[in-house]
T-cell receptor, first 114, second 116 residues
Framework: EAGVTQFPSHSVIEKGQTVTLRCDPI?????LYWYRRVMGKEIKFLLH????????ESGMPNNRFLAERTGGTYSTLKVQPAELEDSGVYFC????????????FGNGTRLTVT | AQSVTQPDIHITVSEGASLELRCNYS??????LFWYVQSPGQGLQLLLK??????LVQGIKGFEAEFKRSQSSFNLRKPSVHWSDAAEYFC??????????????FGTGTRLQVTL
């Protein structure tokens, strides 16, 4: 089966610009998660979708971040406008169930804001 | 709030030597515990997990981890390291209530270098 796919793998943008990250989960996985790792720090939870609904968005840093999952398939994470501190690696993960089921991670999108 | 500490940022071992990566957690009850590995250019791959039962957990690639409640630790071990084990290793905890086990709290990671 195809794994979790993230696009783009790298993105370099200037402060104030907009960037949209995309995640395609494993087919049939209703649960989709976004995590972020800022340079040298821990990987932090951003939010959790169950199908198209946001189950938990307690980790979203601020209202410059907007996540969507229309139709319950792929998800996008938009940062608008981007700030320097948004730089990091954004990981997407999916699972069949929200518990007792391993997370399958994508390779991540490395975002650099200059 | 739950937290995970990986005290070693970087470890270097010789190929064939044994390995132990440390992980301590802070959590009010018994958490779900995980070890993930990230090889260069790859995503995070689950090595092993502890939910309940036997405190010694076997994982993929010859890794094992032992849950020690008294020490709040979940150290990762491998008896003989291979050069392909060079990667970054992450310990993580998840809450022990249904529906949120996948909302993980990660440590800062330990980068493993293997010398030939």
């Amino acid at each position: 089966e195809a794994g979790v796919t993230q696009f783009p793998s790298h993105s370099v943008i200037e402060k104030g610009q907009t960037v949209t990250l995309r995640c395609d989960p494993i087919s049939g996985h209703d649960n989709l998660y976004w995590y972020r790792r800022v340079m040298g720090k821990e990987i932090k939870f951003l939010l959790h979708f169950v199908k198209e609904s946001k189950q938990d968005e307690s980790g979203m840093p601020n209202n410059r971040f907007l996540a969507e999952r229309t139709g319950g398939t792929y998800s996008t994470l938009k940062v608008q406008p981007a700030e320097l501190e948004d730089s990091g690696v954004y990981f997407c993960a999916s699972s069949q169930e929200p518990y007792n089921s391993p997370l399958h991670f994508g390779n991540g999108t490395r975002l650099t804001v200059t | 709030a739950q937290s995970v500490t990986q005290p070693d940022i970087h470890i270097t071992v010789s190929e064939g030597a044994s390995l132990e990566l440390r992980c301590n957690y802070s959590y009010g009850a018994t958490p779900y515990l995980f070890w993930y590995v990230q090889s260069p250019g790859q995503g995070l791959q689950l090595l092993l997990k502890y939910f309940s039962g036997d405190t010694l957990v076997q994982g993929i690639k010859g890794f094992e981890a032992e849950f020690k409640r008294s020490q709040s630790s979940f150290n990762l071990r491998k008896p003989s390291v291979h050069w392909s084990d060079a990667a970054e290793y992450f310990c993580a905890v998840g809450p022990h209530n249904t529906g949120t086990a996948s909302k993980l709290t990660f440590g800062t990671g330990t980068r493993l270098q293997v010398t030939l």
